[in-house]
């Protein structure tokens, strides 16, 4: 049996930056993980997708050439070079990745593990057992599928009806992508491929996309993107799946769509694993692993970061719960907040959010203000064409930030900067005496009324 400081359980964002950490910090670290170094994000999620979206926005840049007076401009989209260049920058960074689990005080075995007991872990394969005193559980999460009464299976084995991970992998164009599910991966994949001109249709069971966003900066995203020919079939509950298409009801009546490939994007669910319960550890199949703000879970020494915990399934709060996880370790005490937790939709325009809505501050009966300002009054939005955007910041009654959201060019960026104010429990009058360069995008915040 092989005797470690820490073992860490999936080689994700969050479980990697835990292992650098740890072991900068004088600790021997083991890592497993029977699939490629970097996990889903970097894999078959952020990375991948962004990467797509940035093409996607050159296409639509280049589609409305005319206001840079390039009316006779020609230009060919090759898919396969837009794929080719997904790869190769996911390869980059996975050797990155791979190279830091090699650095002095890291192991990383490429195998899946299973609990022998709270202390004690074996390899799927080799049949190898590896004990630690502590070991941080970082397993993510996968693709839900819908369950429906009739689903011609036969279209998943076809590649007609995939995943994300799927859709990535994919080596052709769709003439027609129906995408079920407006959450985020849904309606990053709609502005992409609408850019890369497929006809794209959106099912979904609510009454607007985006339902974690804040209301006016969802439907005002929507509406952007039928305005650029995304068709949104909202209040739309879908009740099968066959050769025919994808039949659904709305509004009391049925209808069906057409397409030759079927994303389902209905979101996520935690990867667990019924060996848990060997170290006694509580979990929910669709909860995950219970933990308290030390990402502990019930079971001393044992801790669950990331996707797998369900707090906030983003890659950054993976990477941020494992670092307190290994602080924890240290018995040392941090100023992480993870209750101010940003998150973007790369869509086109962006969406970039922190902290309550207004609606879900109204549902509270919580006090608050609300300020806002508009992209289309900003001089470097105007140079840019980009003058399609909304920032709603929120405050109480002290005009501390509580939160802010938006919509337009470069939202994702933009949004970090109330994140900063936010951790200092900043005000919105000191942030609009902070000095702004001009002409930039972060004017807005300035300007807001």
Not at 318 to 332: D, E, F, S, W
């Amino acid at each position: 049996m092989t005797e470690t400081d820490l073992i860490i359980i999936g080689a994700g964002p969050g479980g990697y930056r835990a292992a650098e950490y740890a072991a900068k910090n004088g600790l021997k670290v083991i890592v497993f993980d029977g699939k490629d170094a970097g996990g889903t994000c970097l894999n078959c999620g952020c990375i991948p997708t962004k990467t797509l979206a940035r093409n996607a926005d050159v296409m639509h840049t280049l589609s409305e050439a005319e206001v840079f007076g390039l009316n006779n401009l020609q230009y060919e989209f090759d898919f396969s070079r837009v794929m080719a260049r997904k790869d190769e920058v996911v390869s980059t960074l996975r050797n990155g990745v791979e190279a830091l689990l090699k650095m002095p005080g890291i192991t990383f075995v490429k195998e899946n593990v299973t609990f022998v007991d709270s202390k004690t872990v074996r390899t799927f394969h080799s049949g190898d057992e590896y004990t630690a005193p502590n070991i941080i559980i970082a397993t993510g999460s996968s693709n839900k599928m819908l369950r429906l009464k009739e689903f011609d299976t036969s279209l998943l084995d076809e590649g007609v009806v995939c995943d994300s991970t799927e859709l990535l992998s994919t080596k052709t164009l769709p003439r027609h992508l129906c995408i079920v599910g407006a959450g985020v991966i849904g309606m990053e994949f709609a502005s992409i491929y609408r850019s890369f001109g497929c006809e794209v249709t959106v099912i979904e069971f609510l009454k607007e996309c985006l339902p974690a966003v804040d209301s006016e900066i969802s439907k005002r995203l929507r509406k952007s993107l039928e305005k650029r020919g995304v068709n949104f079939m909202m209040q739309s509950g879908v009740t099968s799946i066959t050769r025919d298409g994808v039949f659904y009801e709305r509004k009391g009546k049925s209808a069906c769509v057409s397409a030759d490939k079927i994303l389902i994007a209905v979101g996520r669910k935690p990867n667990i694993s019924d060996d848990f319960a060997n170290a006694g550890i509580e979990f929910d199949e669709r909860t995950g692993i219970k933990v308290d703000d030390d990402m502990q879970t019930n079971v001393p020494g044992i801790y669950a970061i990331g996707d797998v915990n369900c707090r906030q399934m983003l890659a950054h709060a993976a990477t941020m719960q494992g670092l307190r996880a290994v602080n924890t370790i240290l018995k040392r005490k941090d100023n992480i907040r993870l209750d101010i937790m940003p998150a973007a939709v790369f869509t086109y325009p962006e969406v970039g959010c922190v902290g309550p809505t207004e609606d879900l501050l109204k549902d509270k009966g919580i006090s608050y203000k609300a300020y806002k300002s508009r992209y289309h009054a900003n001089g470097k939005a105007l140079a840019m064409n980009e003058t399609e955007g909304l920032v709603k910041l929120l405050t109480d009654a002290d005009d501390h930030i509580l939160g802010c959201h938006i919509l337009g060019a470069h939202a994702s960026d933009l949004i970090q900067e109330v994140v900063a104010w936010m951790n200092q429990n900043g005000t919105i009058q000191q942030l609009r005496e902070c000095v702004h360069i001009h002409p930039t995008l972060s004017e807005v915040l300035q300007d807001l009324t």
